[in-house]
């Protein structure tokens, strides 16, 4: 008896359910806003929303897997652990939304627009990510963007501490003021990125491309850039304290008044390099490497 009672409650549930979703996809199809929804836990997979009105709604627990919200107004939506994955949020509107704990793995946010959204704890791996996304301002707390492509992205004063960014591409990106403490951002592409004054204090960026990148300013103290590629870099006044740059290379690169430390260079390569003025007190440098650091 109780079994059968469970599921037609089960199967009165669903059919609300799939009510409510008929409702919405109805006045959208009508050209009415879904501005201010409530569409918690509801079965969006593959829907064609694109250019709605989702603005300031209710989406926790959402299914929008594979679903096309190009063009989308989602500001200040909440989509925790809503499912977005393989989506289409081409050029959609997500300020101020709160994606944490949700699922964009492979989303396609060519050109959206993502300032001050809340992405902590969010899986965005192999997200594309290209076409000058912006996410200044944004809370990534813990995120993972393991294999996605930010290139020419707006990540300015964003918070990616303790996220997992290995293998991203973010060539040409701005990181400036962005904290990326503690982040795993080994095997990475910033060539040309802009990471003036960036927090990059214990982050592990092990072979990583960081070729003509700026790093004026920044925080690199204790971090891991063991085999990094900082050919051209601007280390201008960076603090560099206890850094590891085994085997690193550094042609040409402009250490000019930075704090250098502690830091080990063993095996790095220095030719060109600038150290005038640095802090070398302690630091760790090849003795045939020497005389590259004192002309």
């Not at 918070?159 to 951002?185: E, H, Q, Y």
């Not at 201008?236 to 040409?252: P, Y």
Request: proline share 0%; with cysteine.
């Amino acid at each position: 008896m109780w079994n059968d009672l469970n599921l037609l409650s089960q199967s009165i549930t669903l059919n609300m359910a799939r009510n409510v979703e008929k409702e919405a996809l109805k006045k959208f199809a009508e050209g009415d806003s879904l501005s201010g929804s409530v569409l918690t836990g509801l079965n969006f997979s593959r829907a064609v929303l694109s250019g709605a009105d989702l603005s300031d709604s209710d989406l926790r627990g959402t299914n929008f897997r594979g679903a096309n919200l190009s063009g989308t107004n989602l500001s200040g939506s909440l989509f925790v652990e809503a499912n977005l994955a393989e989506a289409n949020l081409r050029e959609s509107n997500l300020r101020n939304a709160d994606l944490s704990d949700s699922y964009l793995m492979e989303a396609r946010l060519f050109g959206a627009d993502m300032a001050g959204s809340d992405l902590t704890g969010a899986n965005l791996g192999g997200a594309h990510m290209d076409g000058k996304v912006n996410l200044s301002g944004t809370s990534a707390v813990g995120a993972n963007f393991r294999g996605a492509t930010l290139r020419e992205a707006n990540l300015k004063n964003a918070d990616f501490t303790v996220a997992s960014m290995r293998n991203v591409i973010l060539d040409g990106a701005n990181l400036s003021g962005a904290d990326l403490t503690g982040v795993i951002l080994s095997g990475a592409m910033l060539p040309g990125a802009v990471l003036s004054g960036a927090r990059l204090r214990d982050a592990v960026l092990t072979g990583s491309n960081l070729e003509n990148v700026k790093l004026n300013n920044a925080d690199l103290a204790k971090a891991n850039l063991r085999r990094c590629n900082l050919r051209g870099a601007d280390l201008m006044l960076a603090t560099m304290r206890g850094a590891v740059l085994i085997s690193a290379v550094l042609s040409d690169a402009d250490m000019t008044l930075a704090d250098l430390s502690q830091a080990n260079f063993r095996g790095a390569i220095l030719t060109g390099a600038n150290f005038r003025w640095a802090d070398l007190t302690d630091t760790e440098i090849d003795d045939d490497s020497m005389d590259l650091v004192n002309s």
